[in-house]
């Protein structure tokens, strides 16, 4: 058994409070052995936490990791024209090895920020899926399906290719890659394929994503249509319950936020993107009171415009105050739970928590800084204050991905050298 020990720093323990502490990682099994006073315990290899604040990898619950290709690319629209008019028409032109380095670029601006692991909404997921095993980090990956604007055959093929994906990928990368079933949304899904797949998934056991009540846009036409809101119809469909994560949740009243509490449904706040789109404010703190599990998520870097948990953190917080009108709302206890646990429990992995038995999946923030001096509260500084920059080691699955700001995987000069050639070559080809 190799051992490694996060020694010297103070630990974010799960119950948001910070101690003095060194975290055991069995390296072959990838879990966290023990937390126990400064000095008690012993390693084979060590990691130097002093000065550092030793926090669980954070979890980006709702992403789409290739999309840094286009981060940048199209700004300041709202979601609909934004998808149309711009992101789609160039999406289309996306090859297997576009979608592979947009990844690999994500992922080491993961890596760097301290986050272990994602829940992806793509296409070309082998492709996505071998950037992760490459990198060492813990991903929830599907296939996307979209039925409008495709006939019959091409529509039931969507569905079917996310059904299969799902089934054929869970458990990849030992068991580093967990699946999704995803319709995309409840808009663009046709409630036909909703009604014919979502109960071959639930069979399946197939945990579900997909986007919900993100614009006033998506939520109208679907009261017009079935008389109800869009949660109550989402239910009728048989999409909500424990194994179901919702991206978004901006326009929820409150009929639906019980219903989500009642399921157990989850829901994944994206406010850099709820704002950037002007899609809304998502009622976080009423979602909180309800007893829904609220995760994070950046949602793509085209609608970010990166995807660091920190300033998702910082985000939430902040805007979770204006939408409640209350400055004690989405306090920052609140949104590293948000960032870390509730995470974990949404996606499915024993991590979000330094305990001994969950995986040993965590970063070290370097708190020597003028932006965190003083250290009245690390809490605090972890919502407010700290930025992805600040990490300095990520350990996912006991395995070291960054030691001292260098990453261990993936070589990031070539990473970002072809990322900037692929994505400019995609821009022209879409300009044809
Ligand atoms: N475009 C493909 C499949 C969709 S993959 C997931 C999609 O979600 C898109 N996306 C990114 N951010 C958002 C968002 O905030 N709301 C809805 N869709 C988004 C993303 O650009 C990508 O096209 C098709 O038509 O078959
Ligand atoms: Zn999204």
């Given at each position: 058994?190799?051992?490694?020990?996060?020694?010297?720093?103070?630990?974010?323990?799960?119950?948001?409070?910070?101690?003095?502490?060194?975290?055991?990682?069995?390296?072959?099994?990838?879990?966290?052995?023990?937390?126990?006073?400064?000095?008690?315990?012993?390693?084979?290899?060590?990691?130097?936490?002093?000065?550092?604040?030793?926090?669980?990898?954070?979890?980006?619950?709702?992403?789409?990791?290739?999309?840094?290709?286009?981060?940048?690319?199209?700004?300041?629209?709202?979601?609909?024209?934004?998808?149309?008019?711009?992101?789609?028409?160039?999406?289309?032109?996306?090859?297997?090895?576009?979608?592979?380095?947009?990844?690999?670029?994500?992922?080491?601006?993961?890596?760097?920020?301290?986050?272990?692991?994602?829940?992806?909404?793509?296409?070309?997921?082998?492709?996505?899926?071998?950037?992760?095993?490459?990198?060492?980090?813990?991903?929830?990956?599907?296939?996307?399906a979209v039925t409008v604007?495709?006939?019959?055959?091409?529509?039931?093929?969507?569905?079917?290719?996310?059904?299969?994906?799902?089934?054929?990928?869970?458990?990849?990368?030992?068991?580093?890659?967990?699946?999704?079933?995803?319709?995309?949304?409840?808009?663009?899904?046709?409630?036909?394929?909703?009604?014919?797949?979502?109960?071959?998934?639930?069979?399946?056991?197939?945990?579900?994503?997909?986007?919900?009540?993100?614009?006033?846009?998506?939520?109208?036409?679907?009261?017009?249509?079935?008389?109800?809101?869009?949660?109550?119809?989402?239910?009728?469909?048989?999409?909500?319950?424990?194994?179901?994560?919702?991206?978004?949740?901006?326009?929820?009243?409150?009929?639906?936020?019980?219903?989500?509490?009642?399921?157990?449904?989850?829901?994944?706040?994206?406010?850099?993107?709820?704002?950037?789109?002007?899609?809304?404010?998502?009622?976080?703190?009423?979602?909180?009171?309800?007893?829904?599990?609220?995760?994070?998520?950046?949602?793509?870097?085209?609608?970010?415009?990166?995807?660091?948990?920190?300033?998702?953190?910082?985000?939430?917080?902040?805007?979770?105050?204006?939408?409640?009108?209350?400055?004690?709302?989405?306090?920052?206890?609140?949104?590293?739970?948000?960032?870390?646990?509730?995470?974990?429990?949404?996606?499915?992995?024993?991590?979000?928590?330094?305990?001994?038995?969950?995986?040993a999946d965590l970063a070290?923030?370097?708190?020597?800084?003028?932006?965190?001096?003083?250290?009245?509260?690390?809490?605090?500084?972890?919502?407010?204050?700290?930025?992805?920059?600040?990490?300095?080691?990520?350990?996912?699955?006991?395995?070291?991905?960054?030691?001292?700001?260098?990453?261990?995987?993936?070589?990031?000069?070539?990473?970002?050298?072809?990322?900037?050639?692929?994505?400019?070559?995609?821009?022209?080809?879409?300009?044809?």
């Open positions: 058994m190799t051992e490694l020990l996060v020694a010297g720093g103070q630990v974010l323990r799960p119950d948001t409070t910070v101690e003095r502490a060194d975290v055991l990682v069995d390296q072959d099994s990838g879990d966290i052995l023990a937390v126990d006073d400064p000095g008690e315990l012993t390693g084979d290899d060590t990691l130097d936490a002093s000065d550092g604040l030793v926090i669980p990898g954070l979890v980006n619950a709702h992403t789409h990791v290739a999309m840094t290709l286009l981060r940048g690319y199209a700004d300041d629209k709202p979601l609909d024209a934004w998808l149309q008019e711009d992101i789609w028409p160039v999406e289309a032109e996306l090859t297997p090895e576009d979608v592979r380095v947009g990844a690999e670029l994500g992922l080491v601006e993961m890596i760097r920020s301290g986050t272990t692991a994602l829940s992806d909404m793509y296409f070309h997921v082998d492709e996505i899926a071998a950037a992760v095993e490459e990198s060492g980090l813990r991903a929830v990956l599907g296939h996307t604007a495709k006939d019959e055959a091409g529509a039931r093929a969507d569905m079917q290719a996310s059904l299969d994906t799902a089934l054929d990928l869970d458990g990849a990368a030992d068991g580093r890659i967990k699946t999704t079933f995803q319709p995309h949304s409840l808009t663009t899904v046709g409630e036909e394929y909703l009604r014919e797949f979502v109960p071959e998934a639930v069979e399946a056991g197939l945990p579900i994503h997909l986007h919900a009540n993100e614009t006033t846009d998506e939520v109208e036409p679907l009261v017009d249509e079935h008389g109800a809101r869009p949660l109550e119809y989402a239910d009728d469909v048989g999409l909500l319950g424990e194994d179901t994560f919702l991206a978004h949740c901006v326009h929820v009243d409150e009929t639906e936020i019980d219903l989500l509490a009642e399921t157990g449904t989850g829901a994944v706040h994206c406010p850099a993107s709820n704002m950037k789109l002007a899609s809304g404010m998502a009622p976080v703190q009423r979602l909180l009171d309800a007893g829904v599990t609220v995760a994070l998520g950046t949602d793509g870097a085209a609608s970010n415009n990166d995807l660091d948990m920190f300033d998702e953190m910082r985000d939430a917080a902040m805007v979770g105050k204006l939408a409640a009108d209350d400055a004690s709302a989405v306090p920052a206890g609140a949104v590293v739970e948000m960032a870390t646990a509730n995470g974990a429990d949404l996606l499915g992995f024993e991590s979000g928590r330094i305990e001994a038995g969950a995986n070290v923030l370097d708190l020597d800084a003028a932006h965190l001096t003083p250290a009245h509260d690390l809490v605090s500084h972890l919502a407010y204050a700290a930025r992805g920059s600040d990490v300095c080691h990520t350990v996912c699955d006991g395995d070291v991905l960054m030691r001292d700001r260098d990453l261990t995987v993936f070589d990031e000069r070539a990473v970002r050298d072809r990322a900037s050639d692929r994505a400019r070559a995609l821009i022209d080809r879409a300009a044809e």
